[in-house]
């Protein structure tokens, strides 16, 4: 049964710093590569990041320069470097993995950006 689990959300002030992680278990994270996923409230859930099983990375607009998303094989982990953070990145942080055909979620781990 593969598990992925999202942790390193919490408060921070504007132009702080997070750092997210997503382990997995039952499944290897570098073979199928990883996507970032926010959701706002009220909002829909929208692609972030994503990192290929090749190490290539992808951000989408608003965020690139800012974050950074980076794979740990040893570990079976992947983060999210997030950087001057504003209020706009205030959302649910879920990371995503296709495996053996099948779309796996974390369930989450929220990061607050409040003033």
């Known amino acids: 049964q593969v598990q992925l689990v999202e942790s390193g959300g919490g408060l921070v002030q504007p132009g702080g710093s997070l750092r997210l992680s997503c382990a997995a278990s039952?499944?290897?994270?570098?073979?199928?590569?990883v996507g970032w996923y926010r959701q706002a409230p009220g909002k829909q859930r929208e692609p972030v990041a994503s990192?290929?099983?090749?190490?290539?990375?992808v951000y989408v607009d608003s965020v690139k320069g800012r974050f950074t998303t980076s794979r740990d094989d040893a570990q079976n982990m992947v983060h999210l470097q997030m950087n001057n953070l504003n209020a706009d990145d205030t959302a649910v942080y879920y990371c995503?993995?296709?495996?053996?055909?099948?779309?796996?979620w974390g369930k989450g781990t929220l990061v607050t950006v409040f003033s």
């Open positions: 995503n993995q296709i495996w053996k055909g099948r779309s796996y």
């Open positions: 990192i290929t099983s090749s190490g290539d990375t």
């Open positions: 039952g499944s290897i994270l570098s073979i199928s590569g």
